[in-house]
């Protein structure tokens, strides 16, 4: 049976198929400063299905449901200081690149009250960003998300193409571009 699929693939290759994922590199090639923290993945990978919630009476969705275009999901915390730096800088993001084909989702994962995240919204200045939440770390801990901030980027068919570990100026030059590159804007 192995050999069945394996010359199915070869032949669908050898009539000019391509991989169903889009190449990644030239947006890779984009990364420099802290961007160059960004990790692309050569192959993407499946992202947990878990539930998390986006309302305080708590109505939940899966990251399922933002399928069809390019999603920069970024987890946080309201006690995490490198959160607080960049979270503006998300917004940024969202502000100018947000749309159709991208868009920043930021879940809080662990302890965040409703209150303590609205607070932190409005310490900010953040009012374009989904105030969702994770309370019990089942969509970060199947992701892999150990330690806080971690941005991943995901692509339209819903699967995690770049990952980014820690803070990052996300509304430099950088970032912009790569985003860009990604959803051929």
């Known amino acids: 049976?192995?050999?069945?699929?394996?010359?199915?693939?070869?032949?669908?290759?050898?009539?000019?198929?391509t991989p169903s994922f889009a190449d990644t590199s030239a947006a890779a090639a984009l990364r420099t400063g802290d961007m160059k923290k960004l990790v692309f993945?050569?192959?993407?990978?499946?992202?947990?299905?878990?539930?998390?919630?986006?309302?305080?009476?708590?109505?939940?969705?899966?990251?399922?449901?933002y399928q069809g275009k390019h999603v920069l999901v970024n987890f946080w915390a309201t006690w995490c200081a490198p959160c607080r730096k960049e979270m503006p800088m998300l917004s940024e993001l969202q502000a100018e690149?947000?749309?159709?084909?991208?868009?920043?989702?930021?879940i809080a994962t662990g302890r965040n009250s409703p209150a303590g995240i609205?607070?932190?919204?409005?310490?900010v200045k953040i009012d374009n960003l989904p105030t969702y939440q994770?309370?019990?770390?089942?969509?970060?801990?199947?992701?892999?998300v150990f330690g806080l901030p971690i941005s991943v980027i995901l692509d339209p068919e819903g699967n995690e193409v770049a990952r980014l570990r820690g803070d990052a100026d996300w509304s430099s030059d950088s970032a912009k571009a790569i985003i860009a590159e990604l959803t051929g804007k």
């Open 97 to 106: 690149l947000g749309g159709d084909d991208f868009e920043v989702v930021t």
């Open 118 to 123: 609205a607070k932190f919204f409005h310490d």
């Open 41 to 65: 993945h050569s192959t993407p990978e499946a992202v947990s299905k878990a539930a998390f919630q986006v309302s305080p009476d708590g109505e939940e969705k899966t990251l399922e449901a």
């Open 1 to 17: 049976m192995k050999r069945y699929i394996a010359a199915i693939m070869y032949t669908a290759i050898a009539f000019g198929a």
């Open 134 to 144: 994770d309370p019990r770390q089942a969509l970060a801990s199947q992701m892999g």
